[in-house]
DNA sequence: GCTTAACCGAGACGGTACGTCTAGTCTTCGA
DNA sequence: TCGAAGACTAGACGTACCGTCTCGGTTAAGC
């Protein structure tokens, strides 16, 4: 997260409103839902959050990056709750994050500072800080439980576990967003259920019968 | 594909530019290139084409309409060649697809078309016929050659066999998608054949050695 | 009035339908009166017209040439019926110019063309042909009985003549468009009475109590 | 005048450029001069005045208001200087109109403005109250001289003496448009003193022998 | 009655200007 | 020094007309 409010040096003069930063988040989100990214309007936002936008320029240097900041507070509410077996865990998080992906600030935020981002290292690296990263947490946690129970064998190698944990990240991340935003197909507990014995057991033994746990 | 120039019901009248269409298409190519998504305008595309941009405007719609016709050209590129095993040929659509994704009219285009589409179903209707669905042969077709070579057992209920092609679609589509434009890592060989390991043998067997070929 | 349609030299061939000319000039008027001059399109007027734009294009060079060639028939309807009187028939004439410039096509077209005209001689030239000067008999008959009643005095250098009338044209017809499109105000009965009064009797005879004939 | 620059209400936010309004007037002549009305365009104004297209369109609603101010400005340069008779006076700013009306950005604008506002009561009323109106003080004026001067009888009357300054106002207005943009002949010394003895002594008196002074 | 050239409708074409919108900056006043 | 207000430059938007062109099809004069 990047912090416009409170680590600015000099100390002399009117200090910035807090309450401005919240308010023209929560803007963003709402302009969001209500326009779609590409007629989303930074003079739009500012008179949504009650404020000039030339403060808001002061704090963001446009529109990729409000975006980005104003969504990656939702990701943050992604958590694994322990539910017993890699498989029911697999199932949980991928139900959660369909969840986010079928709100319409995540669905159309998400792709649009993706594509911007092709052109942009600083962007991108702002998104992989802010929003990617962040949730790689979930896999690390999900193996170790899957370790502890003994589902999965125990990696030594760090430089193995961490290329795998980055590859079963893009398969789950990458199939969910793809079903939901490419596909435009539901994620609901069957695909969840179908796509877990995939990933756990692979197509030669789940392409033909799925084995419902 | 959307065939402005030869389908249209009166015959009267001065005919469309068959070349005027290709023209433009690949203006709109070279300009995703130049540009990017975001500051690609269709001025400027006619320009390139050569051609007026009211021309342009009675043949699509707008930017985003344009754009997929002009990206969706380009999947058709894609190729399933019998490398003789399920596994190579994983790996060969892999890193096609990856080298497709590497283009930069392909990266930056994609995600902003998709994320454009999330409030236009007419737009997420156009994506699939012109360019998802177009794709899915390439699931088929390996499949059929997998049975036919004794690596996947037959399907017998056709329905099953469409949600499980539906299924692998958006498992590989959306991992190499995640990897290539969201994490920015690359998809390399190395990359293609962990990643074949894991949709093939799953988690549970593969998630310590991957087993090279 | 330019005759497009039957002074054509070579003679093979379909020649051109005679209805269309009248269509089109008709269609010309009724647009003036709906559109006004600026909003007038020939687009328009050949739909009106039942008519290709092509077709229109082919007879006349552009706006100009055609609402001056529709308005110009309008004018040919003046008349200068005798009344008894060299101020009667001035104050009738006066009063049928202005019903003229009541019509709305009349109003919106004559100003328009001329303002077209101050830059280009060959329409300054078919506007005085097709319209000034064809009503500057009016001017020349009044004279002609005005004498023959003993009202005016004869002239002998006819150079003088000429001038005089052309100076009389100019004023009535300044004075009454004058106060027609600029000043807004109604050319009645009364302000037709002071008006002959001050053209006959002048300013120093006139000024303080107009005759009341 | 239309103040666009100081008379606004709410006074936050910056003020608009008083520069703005002079560059973007004289622009506006200057255009007329080399393009004439109907290829004068509003943006190779704001070009010309170094100025956005919004600023300009922020102060006028459209290329009619505009070159009504424009031209306005060039109205209040005539002036009625006492040349010692009626017959002088009325001379003298007939010329000093004549060689106004000489100017290309008023040949072709007065004509176009006036032919536009017929459609356009907004239109017709600011050009009385910017143009028209305002020289009716020359007419006042003279009269007021010549009274003084004995040459003309005191008008008791006040109604009367207002109809008449409109009567003289229009004829004197008119019968100069006229000559100098329909009948497009030159107005020189020789037609003002002609013209003179006319409206002084009327057609009767003046009709064979024009009194030269 | 057959040619044949010029006509006709329809509508796409390359252009140009429109009037509006948004971006991002700048300038003023008041807190 | 900050914030609100709103004017500023710059430039893309999508539309409307311009005047030209290219079609398929029609129509009368002249052979």
Redesign the interface.
């Given at each position: 997260m990047h912090d416009h409010t409170t680590d600015r040096p000099g100390r002399t003069g009117r200090p910035r409103s807090a309450e401005a930063d919240a308010a023209i988040l929560a803007a963003t989100r709402e302009a969001l839902v209500d326009l779609?990214?590409?007629k989303l309007t930074l003079g739009d936002v500012a008179t949504r959050a009650g404020v000039a936008k030339t403060t808001l320029y002061r704090r963001w240097a446009g529109k990729n990056e409000l975006v980005v900041d104003a969504v990656a507070e939702l990701f943050d509410e992604l958590e694994l709750p322990d539910r017993g077996s890699?498989a029911a865990d697999v199932e949980g998080v991928v139900l959660q994050f369909a969840d986010l992906l079928a709100r319409?600030e995540t669905?159309?935020?998400?792709?649009?500072v993706?594509?911007?981002s092709?052109?942009d290292e600083a962007l991108?690296a702002r998104?992989?800080t802010s929003i990617?990263d962040r949730q790689k947490r979930l896999v690390l946690e999900g193996r170790q439980r899957a370790q502890e129970r003994g589902?999965?064998?125990a990696?030594d190698d760090p430089e193995t576990a961490a290329?795998?944990a980055?590859?079963?990240?893009?398969?789950v991340?990458?199939?969910?967003?793809?079903?939901s935003?490419?596909?435009?197909?539901p994620v609901d507990t069957e695909?969840a259920r179908?796509?877990t014995a995939?990933?756990?057991?692979?197509?030669?033994?789940?392409?033909?019968r799925p084995s419902h746990t």
């Open positions: 779609g990214w590409s890699l319409p669905r159309t935020a998400l792709m649009a993706v594509a911007e092709t052109g991108r998104i992989r990617v589902e999965l064998p990696e290329r795998t980055d590859l079963i990240f893009d398969v991340a990458g199939a969910v967003v793809h079903r935003l490419v596909s435009s197909e695909w179908s796509f995939l990933l756990l057991g692979g197509l030669a033994q789940a392409g033909g």
